[in-house]
């Protein structure tokens, strides 16, 4: 079990005491010290594996010494210089190699943001101005940030919108795929037809086609407990925007950078988005994100439409360049697919033994699994969901839940097979303390979750 001190609440209690709640949502009471590959330390000098990668951020595995050293470098040039009116090498290279990167075989442009959100927000304007319309579609249970625009667009929970209007005008949201709490029938494909047709009938009705600027979404929906659809509902909504002119954001922010077993999601599904967001795990911890997307899209618009000071600092470009040239030598993606299949199989074994475990699903290293009341009613089980990691967390392991009961699973992509299986018996003997009664209610005080 971990060793808390004063040492760890004295920093937690000065944090509650200065910070706005509103930046943080608590799992546990841990104080971060180092970090190292797919190890974290503590201040109390406690280790853990990390199967979270500070929310899909640290790819790379945290402090890779390829990075840092491409950071040190930097620093020793400039720390910063605004790309806005000046240039710099690292901005430029990064350009080109986004360019080079993302799916689609069309002339593309790049323009830079500091976050997931703040991308999001661009996109959204970008599209606006392009198209000169104004509605956007997006999706029920969809989370794309936190910012006015990206929260606008986000169908994830009402307590994140709940006093914060007026948001933006005319976003319409639609179903969203799921093969196993599906909104209309048993089987995936025939739902995901029903998602498109409720679209349809929108369009047929309320809905005017020729006023929608955009639709937005994420290829794989990751906060709403990791939602896969078919082909067959890309494929379909592909000729449904096409038909009426009508364009496609993706948001790669958090399925992005190799993360579900290809450099992209879209990948997945030969999907070409007009405009695709990048965040998260692009600079492996510094803040960056971007839009790529269309010439005629990201030209359309003029400056200062999405000036941003601080954006594309030669640092986080540097650490940028350095985090794609990691994850296409060292084979990131192709590992994230092996060990995440490694984790499903193991998962999918042990639900016999736990009639807890819903639904294990996901692809690479983004994969959920939903801890239930019963198999029957599917009903969502947070407090055993916040019980199962707060145990993993005494006995050396982060995981993180989130849509209240789905357990986040997504370690650095470095990560092997011989950590892999230390950290899934965490797990599973974390499952069956729960089971047992062993963890007290009195935990569920400190670990809210998401």
Not at 1 to 21: A, G, H, L, P, W
Not at 268 to 292: F, Q, R, T, W
Not at 394 to 423: C, H, Q, T, W, Y
Request: glycine share 6%.
């Amino acid at each position: 079990m971990n060793i808390i001190t004063d040492k760890t609440r004295t920093i937690i209690e000065e944090e509650e005491k200065y910070t706005s709640f509103t930046t943080r949502v608590p799992y546990y009471p841990l104080v971060v010290s180092k970090a190292k590959g797919v190890k974290v330390i503590d201040i109390e000098g406690n280790e853990f594996i990390d199967f979270l990668s500070s929310a899909a951020v640290i790819n790379t595995g945290h402090n890779h010494p390829a990075i840092v050293e491409a950071i040190k470098k930097q620093l020793d040039s400039f720390i910063h210089y605004t790309p806005a009116y000046m240039y710099h090498k690292p901005h430029t290279e990064l350009t080109k190699k986004l360019i080079e990167i993302t799916p689609g075989d069309f002339e593309k442009r790049v323009a830079f943001s500091l976050s997931g959100g703040g991308s999001v927000d661009g996109a959204i304007k970008a599209a606006r101005k392009y198209t000169k319309r104004h509605r956007i579609i997006s999706f029920f249970k969809a989370y794309h940030g936190a910012s006015i625009g990206a929260l606008s667009v986000s169908g994830y929970s009402t307590a994140m919108r709940e006093g914060m209007g007026p948001l933006l005008e005319d976003v319409t949201f639609i179903p969203y795929p799921d093969s196993y709490r599906p909104q209309f029938n048993e089987e995936l494909i025939k739902n995901s037809d029903a998602c498109l047709d409720y679209l349809q009938n929108l369009f047929d009705t309320v809905l005017p086609a020729n006023e929608v600027a955009a639709v937005i979404l994420e290829p794989m929906q990751g906060d709403a407990g990791i939602l896969l659809p078919p082909q067959e509902f890309y494929d379909r909504l592909l000729k449904m925007c096409r038909e009426h002119n009508i364009l496609i954001i993706a948001d790669e922010v958090q399925t992005g950078f190799g993360r579900t077993g290809k450099m992209f999601a879209c990948e997945h599904y030969n999907l070409e988005p007009d405009l695709i967001v990048l965040g998260k795990a692009i600079a492996s911890g510094m803040p960056l994100s971007a839009i790529v997307g269309r010439k005629e899209i990201l030209e359309a618009w003029s400056a200062p439409a999405h000036f941003i000071n601080t954006a594309g600092n030669p640092i986080s470009c540097v650490a940028a360049l350095e985090t794609i040239k990691v994850i296409e030598e060292e084979k990131l993606a192709e590992n994230a697919e092996k060990q995440g299949e490694l984790i499903k199989d193991f998962f999918n074994k042990i639900k016999r033994k736990y009639d807890c475990i819903g639904d294990v699903r996901g692809t690479g290293l983004l994969i959920g699994v939903d801890i239930i009341k019963d198999p029957i009613s599917k009903e969502r089980d947070q407090v055993k969901t916040a019980k199962i990691c707060w145990r993993c967390w005494e006995n050396g392991l982060i995981l993180a839940f989130f849509a209240s009961n789905v357990l986040r699973i997504a370690p650095p992509l470095v990560i092997n097979e011989e950590d892999v299986m230390k950290a899934l018996h965490i797990i599973e003997n974390a499952i069956s303390d729960v089971q047992n009664g062993l963890i007290p209610d009195s935990v569920l005080e400190e670990i809210k979750g998401w």
